[in-house]
């Protein structure tokens, strides 16, 4: 296969991917509804996705390996989450192992997320900072974006060490960007504060222009 060839046959993959991840949340958001939990099934499905698959390259794999049958992907469900995980959710990942669709659960949250923010009339922020947002800061531009544009905020968090000194905000097709190029080692000799301050005001100039 060339690579022109092997680059149609990912995005066929992904294509497929992105359409059943919506397929089966729909399912699993109208489930939630229907039983008042969706607001627990949603952080529960985020916490199976960052704390366990993010933190578990080999139940990752177990998820999404042939190798491994559906009857015992379904009792490695109810060891993991039989206990204390909505009963929504766990039969619904149970019907996803019985579908040989585990591992598709990221693509699932991703449009679960998307489904839930159209629901509640929230918008997505992706936000991009040299360092973790500290919870002071995350609050603040949350309410500061909610405010510019009068709904509700989600932040979706990436760290990238070569926004030094600035921040990318993405908001649907808008982009505010107001990135500074430098170095690591001038970073090394701010403190946390300082920077969270300089982000803050530099955040303050995007909303603002």
Do not use: C, W
Not at 171 to 179: E, Q
């Amino acid at each position: 296969m060339s690579e022109s060839e092997s680059s149609q046959h990912e995005s066929v993959l992904d294509t497929g991917a992105e359409q059943l991840g919506k397929t089966y949340a729909h399912a699993l958001i109208a489930a939630a509804e229907k039983a008042g939990t969706t607001d627990q099934v949603i952080s529960q499905l985020n916490s199976i996705v960052d704390d366990y698959l993010g933190s578990s390259p080999q139940l990752a794999a177990a998820f999404n390996s042939p190798r491994i049958d559906n009857v015992e992907k379904t009792r490695v469900i109810d060891r993991l989450f039989g206990s204390d995980f909505d009963p929504v959710l766990v039969k619904f990942l149970k019907v996803m192992a019985d579908r040989d669709r585990l591992g598709h659960v990221g693509a699932v949250r991703k449009a679960a997320l998307t489904i839930y923010d159209e629901q509640r009339g929230r918008v997505l922020a992706k936000v991009r900072t040299a360092v973790p947002l500290d919870d002071s800061l995350r609050q603040q531009i949350s309410q500061k974006l909610g405010q510019a544009m009068q709904r509700e905020v989600r932040l979706q968090e990436e760290v990238d060490a070569d926004l030094i000194g600035g921040m990318i905000i993405r908001v649907g097709d808008t982009v505010f960007d107001n990135s500074v190029a430098n170095r690591l080692d001038k970073m090394a000799r701010k403190t946390r504060d300082g920077f969270s301050n300089q982000l803050l005001q530099k955040f303050n100039q995007l909303i603002s222009e």
